[in-house]
């Protein structure tokens, strides 16, 4: 009978200190009453080693499905080609669409150059450039397809504005180079705006990347919670967790509509493995985010509060001591026993945590896309070519346009050359060929395209691929070649 208030969670220890912090932070989220059905399943090192690609067993599968609740120790990847990250395996096998990272510093306890950062950063964790969709189409150009969908934008946004809502945050910005990325970036500002309208009651603001990620790491101060694509996410979210105190200190939440994963940022560090010294406090963290997650909140609040007291009573492990600041150096063990005696008590310097004692993990509803009236306007054709100056290219394709088409542009690495190029740019081997209808914004149908590339194709060129030029109700869906 009592089982039935425990929550099933799955747990793998990992690799190198993975062991070691898991232990930790089971022994504190028991000690704290944490009410959890443990079931463990093996990832990593070993499992690779049994010549199992993504690191992970078919049948853990099952149980990561059951539970929906994953607290992960690191895992070591091993060297060497043909093994598939786990992380990105897991998140995007099991839909973990947000990354949910709080940069927090500890000041006086832990040193940093920013006393009061208390910054929430949300990571779109699914989409971007690591859709991992690469080819080589040239001796001299490799391209990375970044891909994001407005359903995903709409998801990670959306669950920015809730957890802002949730926990009594004040501001949301957002991070994009949409004055470069025009499409890609643009239609995550535009969703942003759009999302923002719906939540007055929080303040936000869009900052481009650059200066943004030079504001964040001058002035973390300045911002509450920050939503952004995967990759600025990805390198932002280390940045503000080191800029905190220590990227050893950082937990992080990766949240999916039904199973979500909670872990500490940092490694398996190998070379610490099996000798007490490792902070478990990364996994600790992740697994208090955890407690949240799954309604825990009251036993989250205790833990947590624990072990900001350990923090202030300058009980450290060896990552984050400091002379004439840390009063003990301890070991991973000591320092979870430390915190399970300071179980009850509250900070008095640092900020006393509370969370909310709620059962519901933030729910996230996305409208379905009600399809637009696309029309194909033409057609961009990538060549491999190599012999000439690009108006020679430019004249020979002008020859294969036939009389429906025209040759719009040509350009190269996004720069128009052809007509009206100029001898200073650089050329390589991987040109762009815009072809649009022969009748200023005419329709170009597909056996007109097919028609163009048997031309091409005729004429001796090698095509590598082909990028139809759309228009969604009447508005275009493709940019201009830079100086088109
Ligand atoms: P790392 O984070 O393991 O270690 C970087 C440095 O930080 C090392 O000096 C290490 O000793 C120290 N460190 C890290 N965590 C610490 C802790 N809790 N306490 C004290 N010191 C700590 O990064 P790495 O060395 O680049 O990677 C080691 C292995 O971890 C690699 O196989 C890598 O692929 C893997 N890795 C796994 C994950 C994950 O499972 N989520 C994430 C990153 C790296």
Redesign the pocket.
Known sequence: MADKALTPITVAR?D??GPE?MDATLRILEAGGARLAIEEIEIGEKVYERGISAGIEPSSWESLRRTKVFL?A????PQGGGFKS??VTVRKTLGMFANVRPCLSYSPFIATKHPSMDVVIVRENEEDLYAGIEHQQTDEVVQCLKLLSRPGTEKIVRYAFEYARRYNRKKVTCFTKDNIMKLTDGMFHKVFEEVAAEYSDIENEHWIIDIGAAKLADTPEAFDVIVMPNLYGDILSDVAAQIAGS??LAGSANIGTEVSMF??????????AGQN??????LFLGAVQMLVHIGQGDVAEMVHNAWLCTIEDGIH???VFEEGVSTQKVGTKEFADAVIERIGRRPQVLKAVTYPATDEPIVIEVAETVAAEKVQVGIDVFLHWKAGKPDDLGHALEATAGSDLKLVMVSNRGQKVYPGGVPETFCTDHWRCRFQSATDGGVVSTSEAIALLGRMHEAGFDFIKTEGLYTFDGVAGYTLGQGQ
Not at 74 to 77: D, G, Q
Not at 263 to 272: K, T
């Open positions: 990992g190198g200190i912090i992960k690191p895992i070591t990847t786990l992380n990227v050893g872990e500490a940022i940092h490694g398996s560090a190998p070379r610490r010294l490792a902070n478990p406090s990364g492990t060896y990552d």
